[in-house]
């Protein structure tokens, strides 16, 4: 993963480096949302904030429950890191609560394309989009490791634990994905005392391994975004 070095790019490579991140951020939650809606499971990521979301009486949405659970993940690498945490990722904050509403508005965006068919055209359709979605946001991630100006909370906070203990960064964010799906699954059962396969299923086991396929399978691509990004 990155190390953010920003003291050599003038203001406007800068300009048009966040811009392009701000817009990145769009496509990460279109893809996490349009995954969620085909209901076979969602996201390691996104698994806490959906499970307590679809808590009856829930007082947040999901999206607010997104931003608190980035605000623990910001917290806990200042922690690990220390004064080796860069100041620029405190940015993370503001990124959280943009990234947080960008989940509201396009799980809003993406209702009316819920699959709840059981049949085997609705399976296949359900598959088809929870593969869209997580294609898209693969590809959100990608460009934002392009954009190489911040990251999301979610990756900064297992790349911290990377560092602290000295382990692989790809190692590390499985253990933090499993993690966060085995936090979905105590949620569930504690505040619905039953296993519902549209909240943690097999949507869940696929996208731990086929989103990271497809950003090493995009991110060879993305050349014209770094002509785009770097100054002439």
Not at 12 to 20: F, M, P
Not at 43 to 63: E, F, K, N, R
Not at 84 to 96: A, C, E, P, R, T
Request: aromatic content about 12%.
């Amino acid at each position: 993963m990155m190390e953010i070095q920003l003291s050599h790019r003038g203001a406007a490579e800068l300009a048009r480096r966040y811009v392009g991140f701000v817009i990145v951020l769009f496509v990460i939650a279109f893809g996490t949302s349009l995954s969620i809606r085909a209901n076979l499971g969602s996201s390691p990521i996104s698994c806490p904030p959906y499970v307590l979301s679809l808590v009856p009486g829930a007082p947040l949405t999901m999206g607010q429950y997104v931003m608190c659970m980035h605000i623990f993940f910001i917290t806990s690498q200042i922690l690990l890191l220390r004064r080796n945490y860069q100041k620029i990722q405190l940015l993370q904050i503001l990124v959280s609560f943009l990234f947080g509403w960008y989940t509201d508005l396009t799980m809003w965006m993406t209702s009316y394309l819920v699959v709840d068919s059981c049949t085997v055209g609705g399976y296949a359709l359900r598959l088809l989009e929870l593969l869209t979605g997580g294609a898209i946001l693969a590809w959100g991630i990608a460009a934002e490791v392009k954009c190489d100006v911040l990251m999301l909370a979610g990756e900064g906070f297992p790349l911290a634990i990377a560092k602290v203990v000295k382990r692989e960064f790809g190692k590390v964010k499985m253990c933090s994905d499993t993690g966060l799906v085995c936090c979905g699954i105590v949620f569930m059962l504690v505040f619905f005392g039953r296993w519902d396969w549209t909240m943690v299923g097999p949507g869940t086991l696929i996208s731990m391994f086929y989103v990271g396929y497809m950003v090493k399978r995009f991110s060879p691509h993305f050349t014209w975004l770094t002509h785009l990004l770097e100054p002439r």
